[in-house]
T-cell receptor, first 117, second 109 residues
Framework: EAGVAQSPRYKIIEKRQSVAFWCNPI?????LYWYQQILGQGPKLLIQ????????DSQLPKDRFSAERLKGVDSTLKIQPAKLEDSAVYLC???????????????FGPGTRLLVL | SQQGEEDPQALSIQEGENATMNCSYK?????LQWYRQNSGRGLVHLIL?????REKHSGRLRVTLDTSKKSSSLLITASRAADTASYFC?????????FGTGTRLLVSP
């Protein structure tokens, strides 16, 4: 079974530029998550989708971050414009069971390491 | 904000020794999960323990949960160099899965 795929693996941009990350979850997984992991910290949930609907985006900085999950499969996370403090690893995860919020085992992709200069 | 807090922040042991890391949390939970993260890679789920369970085993891993103290521990027995990683507890309440700050484990040959 293929795992969660993410691209790119690394990205370096200058502040005020825009950047987009892509995620392809495990086939059949209804729930998709985007996390931000700052160096030395645990992952922080940015947004959670169930199929193509948003379940939780309470910690997403909506003035600069946006995410979509078209057709309930792939997802993209965009930052525009980027700030220095956005430097982090962006992790995508998916889980099979829908319904519960964060209750099921989540399967993580390798992450995208973003550096904002 | 992070709900779980792991202790210690860093742990260094020799191969063959046991490693114990602890997690404390603040509010009621549905279950508690432990994940491992190797350097520069994604997280891997290790074990899930439900709020009505007190102990769970998986291979060399043993997890305990004390809901009265709002704490959990992860024991890795007979550690190997390949166990070198960061370990995170994550609490699943009503809203979401919230990760702690992690314990960095170094296992030396």
């Amino acid at each position: 079974e293929a795992g969660v795929a993410q691209s790119p693996r690394y990205k370096i941009i200058e502040k005020r530029q825009s950047v987009a990350f892509w995620c392809n979850p495990i086939s059949g997984h209804a729930t998709l998550y985007w996390y931000q992991q700052i160096l030395g910290q645990g992952p922080k949930l940015l947004i959670q989708f169930q199929n193509n609907g948003v379940v939780d985006d309470s910690q997403l900085p909506k003035d600069r971050f946006s995410a979509e999950r078209l057709k309930g499969v792939d997802s993209t996370l965009k930052i525009q414009p980027a700030k220095l403090e956005d430097s982090a690893v962006y992790l995508c995860a998916s889980s099979f069971l829908s319904g519960g919020r964060g209750l099921e085992t989540q399967y993580f992709g390798p992450g995208t390491r973003l550096l904002v200069l | 904000s992070q709900q779980g807090e792991e202790d210690p922040q860093a742990l260094s042991i020799q191969e063959g020794e046991n490693a114990t890391m602890n997690c404390s949390y603040k509010t009621s939970i549905n279950n508690l999960q432990w994940y491992r993260q190797n350097s520069g890679r994604g997280l891997v789920h290790l074990i899930l323990i439900r709020s009505n369970e007190r102990e769970k085993h998986s291979g060399r891993l043993r997890v305990t949960l004390d809901t009265s103290k709002k704490s959990s521990s992860l024991l890795i027995t007979a550690s190997r160099a390949a166990d070198t990683a960061s370990y995170f507890c994550a609490t699943a309440g009503f809203q979401k899965l919230v990760f702690g700050t992690g314990t960095r484990l170094l296992v030396s040959p």
